[in-house]
């Protein structure tokens, strides 16, 4: 039985929350909260395996509840919130703070998005509650540092050609980690960065300006027919699959959801492998499943350098864990080393 505590400080969106997470048979909710004060209480005394958190809250809102809870009692935490704004900024800086995962709240009964979302915020938190260990990132070291070179297969060099992109694709626990490697690369980075980074709908551009917060490159969601830049990134949209052809355009697709995902990185990894080859960085971050594993095997396959987010960093080790136990890894490397290994692809 999951032990679930709900912080909302409204009483209506509380009691609906409480609903939805009582009806599951697996799950028990243990408390119920309008406070962070209350929350922080609460998880000492109460022990839950989950907490969902709201982000306005009276007196201590949900960032600095966060951040108590991390530094004292650490579990799984998942945001729960709404569409405002100032609450999706709010969401990321919780992210910072050691949250795990965030959802949309669910829509109203009645609403066309209603069922949808209300499996998706029970799903998250019962895939949450198997998240034991919490971990958190040092800041990335000064650039020109060292990084190790955990290498499962391939050659030294990690790669035979020079590499004309870098291909990112993440799930759960992958926000803080692409924070950490964007975070480290100069403004000058000779190459574009295409990142499919599996996120709530309505999550993604507040997503991107968070990055940009914190990294010295251009973030910002792909269009179509955008022709890429070397120093930008570019994050999937909600609801389509992120490609780029032979010219370096980028190419959305409406194409049909794989195992379930739009955007799916393994449709990014399949176009970058069918244009370019061998003259890709592919890296696959923390995530559950195996979406863009079999994918960065290919790509490793053809040559490309290839990167798997190793066990240790990884909030869940599964799309990474995957395309390592296919030997699809030229390197296993934590989010700050990957960083300083891009840099160091494009030196030389």
Known sequence: MIKVLVAEDSPTIRAFLVSILETQPDMRVVGAVSSGEEAVTAVQDLKPDVVTMDIHMPGMDG??????????????????????????????????????????????IGHADHDREVADLVMTVRLMSEVRVVRRWRRPPPLGSTPRTGAVTGDPAGGRSRPRLVAIGASTGGPMALQTI??????????????????????????????????????????????????????????????????????????????????????????????????????????????????LAHLHALGATTIAQDKASSVVHGMPGVAIDMGGASHVLNPTEIGAKLVGLVRG
Do not use: C, K
């Not at 509840?65 to 919780?94: C, H, K, N, W, Y």
């Not at 709908?201 to 269009?223: D, K």
């Open 63 to 108: 960032f600095t509840a966060t951040r108590r809870i991390m530094e004292t009692l650490p579990v799984p935490i998942v945001i729960v919130s709404g569409m405002m704004t100032d609450q999706v900024a709010a969401t990321f800086r919780a992210v910072e703070a050691g949250a795990l995962a965030f959802v949309r709240r669910p829509a109203g």
């Open 182 to 295: 964007l975070s480290s690369l100069p403004a000058d980075f000779p190459l574009p960065i295409l990142v499919v980074q599996h996120i709530a709908n309505g999550f993604v551009e507040g997503f991107a300006e968070w990055l940009r917060l914190s990294s010295a490159l251009e973030v910002q969601v792909a269009r179509d027919f955008t022709g890429t830049m070397p120093g930008h990134v570019y994050l999937a949209p909600d609801d389509r699959h992120l490609g780029i052809d032979r010219n370096g355009v980028i190419r959305l697709s409406d194409a049909a959801p794989e195992s379930g995902l739009r955007p799916a990185v393994s449709h990014l990894f399949r176009s970058v492998a069918d244009q370019f080859g061998a003259e890709v960085v592919g890296v696959l971050l923390s995530g559950m499943g195996a979406d863009g594993s079999a994918e």
